[in-house]
């Protein structure tokens, strides 16, 4: 099993940024492809961005390209998604999951951090 805590979400306005984090414990993190999918209201769950073992990223959602970055620390089981520039229609509930090296499948999630950004 592997448990994933996230957390960083909160209230921005538009052109702000902000810093999510996910904590893992259980299993070997390193061993886990890991990536970010948000939820907004009404809609359903997106990939937005995935991070290989390695370290390889693959930026799923184009509307995020160029503004936020994932990156891992595998010393120290925390996955991260730096987010700039944040637009309104970023807002969503934003979720860690664990799987696949390519995170086609996932195997774990986290409960989701809310993320706001008001115009």
């Known amino acids: 099993q592997v448990q994933l805590v996230e957390s960083g979400g909160g209230l921005v306005q538009a052109g702000g940024s902000l810093r999510l984090s996910c904590a893992a414990s259980?299993?070997?993190?390193?061993?886990?492809?890991m990536g970010w999918f948000r939820q907004a209201p009404g809609k359903e769950r997106e990939l937005v961005v995935r991070?290989?073992?390695?370290?390889?990223?693959?930026y799923d959602a184009d509307s995020v390209k160029g503004r936020f970055t994932i990156s891992r620390d595998n010393a120290k089981n925390t996955l991260y998604l730096q987010m700039n520039s944040l637009k309104p229609e970023d807002t969503g509930v934003y979720f860690c999951?664990?799987?696949?090296?390519?995170?086609?499948?996932?195997?774990?999630w986290g409960q989701g951090t809310q993320v706001t950004v008001s115009a």
């Open positions: 259980g299993r070997t993190f390193s061993n886990y492809g």
């Open positions: 999951a664990a799987g696949s090296s390519l995170l086609t499948r996932v195997d774990y």
């Open positions: 991070i290989s073992w390695s370290g390889g990223r693959s």
